[in-house]
């Protein structure tokens, strides 16, 4: 899969965190129902990888589950290795200010001093890139992406690919997610310091820091330890992956959450870069900062990173306030990961989180049927059509994917990782929509 930023959305985009009012964090934390989680999670195929969390640098929890490799029935364990795909940005981010800190880069300094081939070079500075305001197509949205990522790509013939790329608006404008920023930022680090961007990870932050399991690829074989990725369709089934080459600082690193832990409390507690630069790199404009962005969750805000690639997916924060961080990192996931990393910090900080079940039941087809159709509500500007394909239920909004909902009483039908409920009210043609503790009544179309 094309390689994604990450705060994973939600359907319909209801916000995933409810504001409760803050409580000082446990001296001991009892993680065994958050065991419990994982272990049903693990259990009912929804959720493989590994999570992490720290205080003030020193990790507190780590649990591992489902296979780092299915095929060969390899188990993943606390130094199985991910892609952290997006979470590699913070990385690149903190390289770029290490330059400028050193006199090698300015933040004002200008793209065509290096690629001079990108349309508006001379108006995008390395702050418009770091903050995704240059208006630089990305390229991972590219429409034959997926014919030509799994293969290494030159240096040069990448600049080529991001070139040929029409500007998107124009610099400092406004914001937009785009890769190929990062990926032009890895680039001209290696430019000046005239090395690879691996030795230059190698050198300004993973030998400094000690972190042992975190590396990039040189090619595009595994690392020892470096866990295979999966979607599921049914069951695990293995993705392609994406060849190092392509992401390179935007989204190539491979790390454990414990390493990240180690990165992130380093980086906030003042080691890797001086109180100034990480001030600027805090510093938001369109809610992006320069390589991190915050990511509320009750009344705190948290600081970090998303990231996806192939089947990865990976989060990344920390609470500057008491230097609680949490990493997840998964290598397959079949439910909603922000729900996971909410239920860490839910633990963390003593609030209640639930366990979902999974159990089902079957539905016949005439109740089926008088479930299809569209409907709408008089809360919501969109619409949502009930299918059936074969024995399998199907919800969809107005301009969202499709997504299975099953059954778990006949009138009752949810989301697979039971965030959306559909209650449903043949006699009336009624539907009612919970979300996010929002509900929401629906009337189906004559």
């Known amino acids: 899969m094309k390689i994604k930023n990450l705060l994973f959305s939600i359907i319909f985009c209801f916000s995933l965190f409810t504001l409760i009012p803050a409580e000082s964090v446990a001296q ?15 259990s009912n195929d929804r959720f493989m990888g590994s999570i992490a969390v720290a205080r003030e640098g020193k990790v507190i929890y780590t649990s591992s589950v489902g296979y780092s490799d299915k095929e060969s029935g390899v188990k993943a364990d606390n130094m199985s290795r991910y892609r952290i795909g997006s979470i590699s940005k913070m990385f690149t981010a903190v390289m770029v200010f290490k330059a400028v800190e050193e006199g090698r880069l300015s933040l004002e300094m200008t793209l065509d001093k290096f690629y001079p081939s990108v349309e508006n070079s001379n108006k995008i500075t390395l702050a418009d890139m770091l903050n995704h305001h240059s208006g630089i197509h990305s390229v991972t949205d590219n429409k034959d992406y997926l014919e030509w990522n799994t293969k ?24 937009k997610y785009s890769n190929s920023n990062y990926i032009l930022l890895s680039f001209i680090l290696e430019d000046v310091y005239g090395k690879s961007y691996r030795d230059i990870l190698n050198k300004k932050i993973i030998k400094p820091l000690s972190l042992k399991y975190t590396e990039m690829p040189a090619n595009g074989k595994k690392l020892i330890g470096e866990c295979k990725s999966y979607r599921y369709d049914g069951g695990w089934v293995k993705e392609s992956d994406t060849d190092p080459s392509i992401p ?74 008491d230097r609680i961080g ?18 860490v910090y839910s633990c ?5 989180f ?37 024995e399998k239920v199907f919800a969809q909004a107005t301009n969202q994917k499709r997504f ?43």
Do not use: W
């Open 28 to 42: 001991e934390i009892d993680f065994k129902k958050l065991d419990s989680l994982l272990y049903t999670l693990e």
């Open 152 to 175: 290494p790509v030159a240096k040069k013939d990448m600049v080529k690919l991001i070139s040929e790329g029409k500007s998107e608006f124009d610099p400092k404008s406004k914001a």
């Open 248 to 321: 390179v600082g935007a989204g190539a690193i491979v790390s454990t959450p414990s390493d990240l832990l180690l990165f992130i409390d380093n980086l906030f507690s003042g080691k890797l870069l001086s109180e100034a630069s990480l001030k600027q790199m805090m510093t938001l404009k369109d809610g992006y900062g320069h390589g991190i962005f915050p990511l509320p969750l009750y009344d705190k805000k948290l600081f970090g990173h998303t990231g996806g690639i192939d089947g990865f997916a990976s989060i990344l924060t920390i609470n500057p306030d």
């Open 326 to 343: 949490v990493a997840l990192t998964s290598n397959g996931n079949n439910f909603n990961i922000n729900n996971i990393f909410a239920a």
């Open 348 to 352: 963390v900080y003593g609030k209640p």
């Open 354 to 390: 639930s366990i979902p079940s999974f159990s089902k039941i079957a539905i016949s087809k005439e109740l089926v049927q008088k479930y299809s159709g569209v409907y709408s509500s008089k809360q919501l500007p969109f619409k949502l059509e009930i299918s059936s394909e074969g």
């Open 404 to 446: 299975e909902i099953e059954a778990t009483e006949p009138n009752t039908l949810c989301s697979s990782d039971r965030t959306i409920v559909f209650i449903f009210n043949p006699e009336t043609n009624e539907m009612t929509l919970k979300q996010s503790g929002f509900t929401f009544t629906f009337t189906k179309n004559q």
